[in-house]
């Protein structure tokens, strides 16, 4: 049952879930410039594929005539479906269908497919995962998302030896270091501590603290493996801190990742995780790189910040693949005419603008952090009066 109806023929509201998709996955602008005509060749694009995965064309077809907004911020299909039913199901009444195959027929899954997830998905039941993080690990499986982390069936952990360990885990020709912290995330001293700790652990040729420095950037378990995949700075929500234009903003405090992924834990269903980058202390000349100070970064974060016009990046950051400087402490302010202040003591951030530096970035990506990726077993008491959810009668 969906808070807002869809079998409302005569209703002229579109479904609204265009800020949870915008919040969601932190890319785009609700403001559009594509024409209607390119918006309507997304969209077909889009159902095809979702006929592929196993969704019902004729509820797809029904469903995408009540959307009025830009489909897809630049993602590719298969990312932006697997964020548009995340978000579809973040607006369903989940304690109304408490059983788990009636959830994938009410997204629209054809009954076949609905079954193959179902069994999918049986093993987490009794496991500490909530409800809707159990139906989003059936999404991911529906459309063939990244290889499996320490399960040949999906994307989460259940080997509970590996837990606040680091472990390799391959993405595409690349390995990365990636750890399993079976604590949600917080911005606790008690789990900043025990982070640090396991980053003083991680391989010495992974991350030499004599040459680099640690970076962060706080997204969900699904963006993390994109980012790992292929990391894209045009993703990125415009008129940030530093330009106009689109970027990757990485930071290089712990704390200040854990408080945006604290922040925004509820759009990512508390599935939390912090990409770890391996920063050069000194940025080779091979990129383009500018360190904004002083009048120059007041000028630039005061334009980026008040968009003006989304059409042409800033002059003085125009040609740069990287942009180091302060983070904005009163964005707010500075979209009203105030001037731009600095954090007390000042916080810093890195930013990809343009594909050199995605690439710098991504060579110098080692791994992620995994919050409550993989959690003990409940005791089978907490089980019973806990889990009052139930798979259905279909095998």
């Known amino acids: ?136 690990i059936g999404v991911e499986f529906i459309v063939h998302k990244y290889k499996p982390i320490g399960s040949n069936v999906t994307t989460h952990i ?68 994109n980012i790992m995949n292929e990391l894209n700075h045009a993703v990125g929500r415009p008129c940030l801190d530093f330009g106009i234009k689109s970027g990757f903003y990485i930071s290089q405090t712990l704390n200040d990742a854990l408080i945006l992924g604290w922040k925004r834990s509820r759009f990512f269903h508390n599935e939390v995780a912090i990409v770890l980058f391996s920063i050069p202390k000194i940025i080779p000349n091979t990129c383009v790189y500018k360190h904004l100070i002083g009048e120059e970064w007041i000028h630039v974060t005061t334009k980026a910040r008040m968009c003006e016009q989304r059409v042409l990046e800033l002059p003085e950051i125009l040609n740069c693949d990287l942009v180091f400087g302060n983070m904005v402490a009163n964005p707010e302010d500075v979209k009203k005419g105030g001037v ?15 594909i050199h530096g995605d690439l710098f970035l991504q060579d110098h990506c080692i791994g992620c952090i995994y919050f409550q990726k993989c959690v003990p077993s409940q005791t089978n008491t907490t089980r019973k009066n806990k889990n009052k959810h139930t798979l259905s009668h279909v095998s």
């Open 340 to 354: 731009p202040l600095t954090h007390t003591p000042p916080k810093t951030q890195l930013v990809s603008k343009r």
């Open 158 to 225: 259940f080997e509970k030896d590996i837990i606040n360990k680091w472990f390799t885990m391959d993405v595409v020709k690349k390995s990365y270091m990636c750890i399993n912290i079976n604590h949600t995330i917080s911005t606790s001293k008690m789990l900043y501590t025990r982070i640090q700790q396991c980053l003083e652990l991680i391989p010495i040729h992974n991350h030499n603290p004599n040459t680099h420095d640690f970076h962060f950037h706080a997204t969900s378990w699904s963006s993390s493996i």
């Open 1 to 136: 049952m969906l808070r807002q109806k869809m079998d409302d023929s005569d209703s002229d509201t579109p479904y609204d879930i265009e800020s949870c998709i915008f919040e969601l996955v932190g890319g785009g602008s609700k403001k559009s410039t594509k024409t209607c005509s390119k918006t309507n060749s997304i969209k077909t694009e889009i159902i095809n594929r979702m006929e592929l995965f196993g969704w019902n064309r004729l509820f797809l077809t029904k469903l995408f005539a009540r959307f009025h907004y830009p489909m897809s911020y630049g993602r590719h299909t298969d990312a932006f479906i697997e964020d548009f039913i995340k978000a579809y199901i973040l607006h369903m009444d989940l304690e109304s269908v408490p059983i788990l195959y009636d959830v994938f027929i009410q997204i629209g899954l054809r009954p076949d497919i609905a079954k193959r997830v179902l069994q999918i998905c049986k093993p987490l039941l009794g496991e500490s995962y909530t409800y809707s993080q159990i139906i989003n």
